[in-house]
């Protein structure tokens, strides 16, 4: 499932376009200004940005330049009015991966969004959740733009826990979807991966990013009130 944030201060588009991308199957998540977007991105699974520039906070596409500095690499679309051939060229040097101007058609709208998303889906995927980002391509996790060097075992347990971030994960479900069908693992064995993963991503433990929860499994926090 693929999730799309759109960031439009006209009410009525935002409410249009949420719709419309609602009812392809996408989950939307609709802002009307720039305040909450860094945080939904530290904290949500982004597939793509629909971004306009004449915002009320901030002009979007230096926006975007301050979040790909932050490492954010979720490909984007500028839906503007901003129609000129230099703010075009300028809306593409600030990190477009495509560039819609207004007033435009919806089904053209649906079909780049549909083809980023199928080009991009196939390239380097990125995943951030706090200071930890991942990058699919290499299979790699970093912490503060530094390589952290896990077992392959410990790859795939740290990455089931970011792709289920605040969500209670069992042992018993952990030893389902990480370790698979060797039946010679117990539930022991899942304690002392994790205490060995902590002691890699988090060895000061001032972190906190996974939590255990006790006699139920484990939790890996995003920052969430609930963790």
Known sequence: MYTILVVEDDKDILELTEYTLAKDGYDVIGCLDTFQVEKILNEENISLILMDRNLPNTEGSVFIQNMRALGHNQPVIYVTAKDSHDDILEGF???????????????????????????????????????????????????????????????????????????????????????????????????????????????????????????????????????
């Not at 083809?115 to 990125?126: D, N, Q, W």
């Not at 503060?144 to 994960?169: C, M, P, S």
């Open 93 to 227: 040097q600030r990190g477009a991966d495509d560039y819609i101007t207004k007033p435009f058609n919806l089904d053209v709208l649906r079909a780049r969004v549909k083809a980023l998303l199928k080009r991009t889906s196939s390239e380097l995927e990125t995943i951030k959740v706090r200071d930890i980002v991942y990058q699919a391509k290499n299979k790699k996790f970093n912490i503060d733009n530094i390589d952290i060097e896990l077992t392959h075992l410990e790859h795939d347990l740290l990455l089931e826990f970011i792709k289920n971030k605040d969500v209670l994960l069992s042992r018993d479900l952990l030893l389902e979807n990480v370790w698979g069908d060797n039946i010679d693992t117990k539930p022991k064995t899942v304690n002392v991966a994790i205490t060995r993963l902590k002691n890699k991503i988090d060895p000061h433990g001032d972190k906190e990013y996974i939590k255990a929860v006790r006699s139920e499994g484990y939790i890996f926090c995003s920052g969430a009130k609930n963790c």
